[in-house]
């Protein structure tokens, strides 16, 4: 029996998307394990592991697995290492042997391991709006903020496998928020799914304005989303404060790579009503004549679970 079927795994902050492949991309079965609050990383990997092989027995291909893609944050490409991720407990201040770990856990399966963004940027290079491009990047709005960079049709990993860590860039140079990571002003303090809260949060406690909000316990971007589509102004507001930030930002990586576009990929990208048009034209204003009005804002054309999973599963094509 031909090995014919890969698993594509990507690791958020909040949950972890798996899904078995063939080799056409169609993905035959998903599943979602919620995150665990936990240290130890072995706990984790061990319920990981149990999920793969629940599906695919589910999917029906038991012994036909060729391999094991992750898409992780502070994934290591050349490692296969999780190191230092400020959004997982059980890898926020060390670095986790995950590839060979995993691969252990689930009988000698072989593994592969990138960034949980590089991994978006190949599943939507290969099969989203960015198919056929060799310059884009791509942007995952989460819980934090990733990048992956496509250049000459070749993902960005640099020397140590880390390149792209552009959500740590910074946004905010006086008094800025502290970010996960433990510096002041990173992008991802402000235009993540928590950052977008966050920002809702400081300015119902700075002001007495009236805002559907005000009746929101734990306030989530979801919750800011909702208001939005109502109309309220503060919760508009919130958006248009991040596109800014956001779209800034977006001009010093053109600057960069002069890329053909950028994706916008990741459960705050769903709120593209409220955030495309500030954060265009922001990029615009803080661009060069030579960028000016050319670089594409583009939003992911997959299910935000495929996106990831595809990339991820992408890589297991090549063990």
Not at 197 to 206: K, N, Q, S
Not at 303 to 309: F, G, M, N, P, V
């Given at each position: 029996m031909g090995k014919d079927y890969v698993v594509g795994i990507d690791i958020g902050g909040q949950s972890s998307k798996l899904g078995v492949v063939d080799a056409r991309g169609e993905v035959l079965a998903q599943s979602v394990v919620k995150a665990l609050n936990v240290t130890d990383a072995d706990v984790v990997i061990k319920e990981l592991a149990e999920a793969v092989i629940k599906l695919v027995a589910q999917a029906g291909k038991h012994g036909q697995i060729r391999g094991i893609g992750v898409g992780a944050p502070n994934g290591n490409y050349y490692t296969g290492s999780i190191a230092f991720a400020p959004n997982l407990p059980w890898a926020s201040k060390c670095s986790v042997e995950f590839a060979k770990k995993l691969s252990e856990a689930i009988g000698g399966i072989p593994v592969a391991l990138t960034n949980d963004a590089n991994a978006a940027a190949v599943g939507e290079m290969t099969y989203g709006v960015a198919k056929g491009m060799k310059h884009f990047i791509m942007i995952t709005l989460g819980t934090g903020v990733g990048s992956g960079i496509v250049i000459d049709g070749k993902v960005?990993?640099?020397?140590?496998?880390?390149?792209?860590?552009?959500?740590?860039?910074?946004?905010?140079?006086?008094?800025?928020?502290?970010?996960?990571?433990?510096?002041?002003?990173?992008l991802e303090?402000?235009?993540?799914?928590?950052?977008?809260?966050?920002?809702?949060?400081?300015?119902?406690?700075?002001?007495?304005?009236?805002?559907?909000?005000?009746?929101?316990?734990?306030?989530?971007?979801?919750?800011?989303?909702?208001?939005?589509?109502?109309?309220?102004?503060?919760?508009?507001?919130?958006?248009?404060?991040?596109?800014?930030?956001?779209?800034?930002?977006?001009?010093?990586?053109?600057?960069?790579?002069?890329?053909?576009?950028?994706?916008?990929?990741?459960?705050?990208?769903?709120?593209?009503?409220?955030?495309?048009?500030?954060t265009l034209k922001a990029m615009n204003d803080n661009l060069l004549p030579l960028w000016k009005g050319k670089v594409k804002l583009l939003f992911s054309q997959l299910?935000?679970?495929?996106?990831?999973?595809l990339g991820a599963s992408a890589l297991a094509w090549e063990l």
């Open positions: 960005v990993y640099g020397s140590d496998g880390f390149a792209g860590e552009l959500g740590h860039n910074c946004a905010v140079r006086h008094n800025g928020r502290l970010c996960g990571c433990g510096k002041t002003g990173c303090a402000y235009c993540s799914a928590i950052g977008v809260a966050r920002t809702a949060r400081e300015w119902l406690e700075g002001s007495d304005e009236p805002s559907l909000l005000r009746d929101v316990q734990n306030i989530t971007s979801k919750d800011v989303y909702d208001a939005a589509k109502e109309g309220d102004k503060l919760a508009i507001r919130v958006f248009n404060f991040t596109g800014r930030i956001l779209g800034e930002k977006l001009a010093d990586f053109v600057q960069f790579s002069a890329p053909e576009a950028i994706v916008l990929f990741g459960g705050l990208a769903r709120s593209k009503e409220f955030i495309y048009e500030p299910k935000e679970s495929d996106a990831a999973i």
